[in-house]
């Protein structure tokens, strides 16, 4: 008998396969992080063409990412910008952001991404006041995303998506359990400025979620 998380993945290749399936650009990001030692923590392909669907969905021009990476998941969300968009990713790891950028300049879209090292959250402090994102990824240090949210979801426009990946933990299965990306689940809820879901993702190693909330507009 198929085991269910044998399942799990044949459904995420089928997903890949049919409609998520990479090019060079992406395969060699993927290649190049690992060789540079980066850990093999990015969104799965069917993950990324899911955030670059929801970015064409609102017509985003504006996009901002935490936690870089090697630049995996800022080339399928940065692929759904204008060619006068702009994306912001920010990482906390200079080699990280250089393996990033490198791999940017080959998908085509350094001109496209900005790439600000730092601590995210120092970094956010610092943003107030720049023009508005259409949508925002957060998928960085866990503990840290109830305060990403706080201060990610005043930089994004009214009717602009605030994206939290890695959000159905076991923990989310246990009363007492704790977690930051369940405590991010229950901020995105109790605010009245979000419209929320969680969206199941399958991974290879069983479930995960992306918390998908919308900006409404604020009642006056
Ligand atoms: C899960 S990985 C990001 C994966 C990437 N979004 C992708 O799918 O290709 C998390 C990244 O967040 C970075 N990070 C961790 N803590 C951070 C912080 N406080 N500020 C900024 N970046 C941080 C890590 O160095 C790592 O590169």
């Known amino acids: 008998m198929t085991e269910p998380k044998q399942t799990i993945v044949k459904y995420g290749e089928y997903i890949e396969s049919l409609l998520a399936g990479e090019d060079e650009a992406l395969r060699l ?16 392909a069917s993950e990324g063409k899911l955030l670059h669907v929801l970015a064409l969905t609102i017509g985003a021009r504006r996009i901002l990412e935490i936690g870089t990476l090697g630049g995996y ?13 702009h994306m912001v990713s920010l990482e906390i790891d200079p080699h990280h952001a250089e393996v990033a950028r490198r791999n940017l300049e080959r998908a085509g879209l350094a001109g496209r991404v900005e790439v600000r090292v730092g601590p995210a959250l120092e970094t956010l402090a610092r943003m107030e006041g720049e023009e508005p994102f259409d949508l925002a990824f957060i998928d960085a240090d866990k503990d840290a995303y109830v305060a990403y949210l706080e201060r990610v979801v005043p930089l994004v426009r009214d009717g602009g998506l605030v994206l939290g990946d890695n959000t159905l933990p076991d923990a989310v ?5 704790d977690s930051g990306a369940k405590r991010y689940n229950a901020a995105a809820a109790a605010r009245p400025d979000l419209v929320s879901t969680i969206v199941p993702m399958l991974r290879d190693k069983g479930i995960d ?12």
Do not use: C, F, H, Y
Not at 29 to 44: F, H, K, M, Q, T
Not at 74 to 85: E, K, Q, S, T
């Open 29 to 44: 990001a993927r290649e190049e992080a690992l060789r540079e030692g980066l850990p093999s923590i990015n969104v799965s």
């Open 73 to 85: 998941s800022a080339i399928w969300l940065a692929r759904a910008l204008p060619p006068d968009g």
């Open 173 to 177: 299965l246990d009363p007492a359990g």
């Open 209 to 220: 979620g992306l918390t998908v909330s919308i900006k409404q507009p604020s009642k006056r």
